[in-house]
């Protein structure tokens, strides 16, 4: 599977932004997928996951209840949905597949990855 990730951009803090990653192929419904970042300096870390239906998700503590990952499977899309950004949100995103029926937040279970979307939250 081909992921591309778009969407990001600058952003105040407090604001909102809407992420998006179109996946290639068919059997989209078949991956688990996931959301990542990677701030200058720092390792890449988890912030969310969601099932191959879509029921299941998962948040580390930084974001959850800030941001939402969800799914079109129809039109072969996952989205993330970030509200009340801070500027410790400021990194660049990617997105991940798997294929297994397991959600995961460890990003070296992930062998499919997009080229990643810089988000930029200012003061």
């Known amino acids: 599977v081909q992921l591309q990730a778009s969407g990001g951009g600058f952003v105040q803090a407090g604001g909102s932004l809407r992420l998006s990653c179109a996946a290639s192929?068919?059997?989209?419904?078949?991956?688990?997928m996931g959301w990542f970042r990677q701030a200058p300096g720092k390792e890449r870390e988890f912030v969310a996951a969601?099932?191959?239906?879509?029921?299941?998700?998962l948040y580390p503590d930084s974001v959850k209840g800030r941001f939402t990952i969800s799914r079109d499977n129809a039109k072969n899309t996952v989205f993330l949905q970030m509200n009340s950004l801070k500027l410790e949100d400021t990194a660049v995103y990617y997105c991940?597949?798997?294929?297994?029926?397991?959600?995961?937040?460890?990003?070296?279970?992930?062998?499919?990855w997009g080229q990643g979307t810089l988000v930029t939250v200012s003061s």
């Open positions: 192929g068919r059997t989209f419904s078949s991956y688990t």
């Open positions: 969601i099932s191959r239906d879509g029921v299941s998700t």
């Open positions: 991940a597949a798997r294929s297994t029926l397991l959600i995961s937040t460890i990003a070296g279970s992930y062998p499919y």
